[in-house]
């Protein structure tokens, strides 16, 4: 189960909203116990050189960075999170291709430029398939 909490939320939401039409992309940070509690959420920029409104990337550098900060910050990395401009929170193919078994990974739908709805996804070790992660996050 991820908890989002409100600061690093609306900086999600934020993202997701300002980067549309195209996908945004970021990391989240926060504590590992029996729930997966979201602190804070850092904004990347979306790398991939192609059409954006489908697609993201992650610099691995960026990555890294991100992972370096959370540990300065007595945090850690717990996921990644993007958004699907005008199309359901659901995890595609590429996104299953492009993830990593030990990260959850939050989708956000953003129709018209503004929030919808989200789902999380936790992929399995080979990366064939993502189980459903229970999320909340606050309803303002
Ligand atoms: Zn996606």
């Known amino acids: ?7 690093a939320w609306d900086t999600m939401v ?7 039409p195209n996908e945004c992309c970021g990391v989240m940070l926060g504590a590992m116990g029996d729930e997966k509690v979201v602190k804070s959420a850092v904004p990347l920029e979306n790398a991939y050189t192609g059409g954006q ?6 610099r691995p550098e960026d990555l890294l960075a991100a992972d370096r900060r ?9 996921g990644i999170f993007h958004s699907h401009p005008d199309c ?5 193919k590429t996104d299953l291709e ?4 030990w990260y959850s990974f939050v989708v956000l739908s ?4 503004k929030f919808d709805h989200a789902n999380c996804f936790q992929p399995n070790a080979d990366q ?3 189980e459903k992660e229970e999320l909340t996050w606050p309803k303002s």
């Open 1 to 7: 189960m991820v908890k989002i909490e409100k600061a």
């Open 14 to 20: 934020a993202h997701a909203e300002s980067e549309f």
């Open 53 to 58: 409104q489908d697609r993201y990337e992650l």
């Open 70 to 78: 959370a540990r300065a910050e007595g945090l850690e990395l717990i």
């Open 88 to 92: 359901d929170a659901y995890f595609s």
């Open 98 to 101: 492009n993830s990593c078994p």
């Open 110 to 113: 953003v129709k018209g430029g």
């Open 128 to 130: 064939t398939a993502a």
